[in-house]
Nanobody, 117 residues
Framework: QVQLVESGGGLVQPGGSLRLSCEVS????????IGWYRQAGGKERELVAT??NERFTTYGDAVRGRAIISGDRTLQMNNLRTDDTAMYYC????????????????WGQGTQVTVSS
């Protein structure tokens, strides 16, 4: 069992940057992959980025080239756009193979990112 707490969200202007953090406690050694997902109002939750213990990373199409997920579980978002506005969630997958959002069993409460001028 792990607990995840996100931080770093806030209001940022278009073109700006944010670094989101994911503090993890509990059975950290059981985590294979950390993921960041986001959900905007009225839309489905979508992939932002994942990183596994072998440093393999994946990125959602909407953020590829603007997002970086690091080994310390932070998510750096650059050149933010208004359509990046969403609740951002950190999640942990404990399975041997984590490829789908449904593979992530542990979730934080989220941190709100609002991109607006």
């Amino acid at each position: 069992q792990v607990q995840l707490v996100e931080s770093g969200g806030g209001l940022v202007q278009p073109g700006g940057s944010l670094r989101l953090s994911c503090e993890v406690s509990g059975a950290i050694h059981t985590i294979n992959t950390i993921g960041w997902y986001r959900q905007a109002g009225g839309k489905e939750r979508e992939l932002v980025a994942t990183r596994n213990n072998e440093r393999f990373t994946t990125y959602g199409d909407a953020v590829r080239g603007r997002a970086i997920i690091s080994g310390d579980r932070t998510l750096q978002m650059n050149n933010l756009r208004t359509d990046d506005t969403a609740m951002y969630y950190c999640a942990a997958c404990h399975r041997n193979w984590c490829s789908e959002m449904t593979d992530f069993e542990s979730w934080g409460q989220g941190t709100q990112v609002t991109v607006s001028s």
